[in-house]
């Protein structure tokens, strides 16, 4: 039940800040990375760039992510080139969400580097 309503509240302060963040998106690096942490987290990506103005994200994504290994060094990892188009950012970046218990970890993690340390969310 106290998980439940951890979930929630994880959820809908990332979505109040990605739609603070979508509204001057060039105005703050912080906003940036933001965006593309969202981006690599959903689609196991890297080399992520934003083009704001054009609306595309460009990223190489990970073929095959069990070939990835925290623990050890990759010096190569088979990846693909994509170059996505979006319409509204905010709601693409919302659509990036995951919802299961390791992303919610993730997402705490990128708020409490929005908020100051008195303000934290803390997993009880």
């Not at 693909?80 to 509204?88: A, E, G, R």
């Amino acid at each position: 039940m106290k998980k439940d309503k951890l979930r929630e509240r994880v959820l809908v302060e990332l979505e109040k800040l990605i739609s603070l963040s979508c509204k001057n998106p060039t105005g703050s690096k912080k906003y940036e990375d933001l965006h593309v942490a969202l981006l690599k987290k959903h689609y196991s990506a890297t080399n992520v760039t934003i083009d704001y103005h054009r609306h595309r994200i460009q990223m190489e994504v990970i073929e095959d992510v069990s070939l990835y290994d925290p623990k050890t060094v990759n010096t190569y990892l088979p990846t693909f080139y994509t170059n996505l188009l979006f319409n509204n950012l905010c709601n693409f970046l919302i659509s990036c969400v995951e919802k299961d218990n390791k992303s919610i970890g993730f997402y705490i993690q990128l708020l409490n580097s929005f908020k100051g340390s008195k303000n934290q969310l803390e997993l009880a």
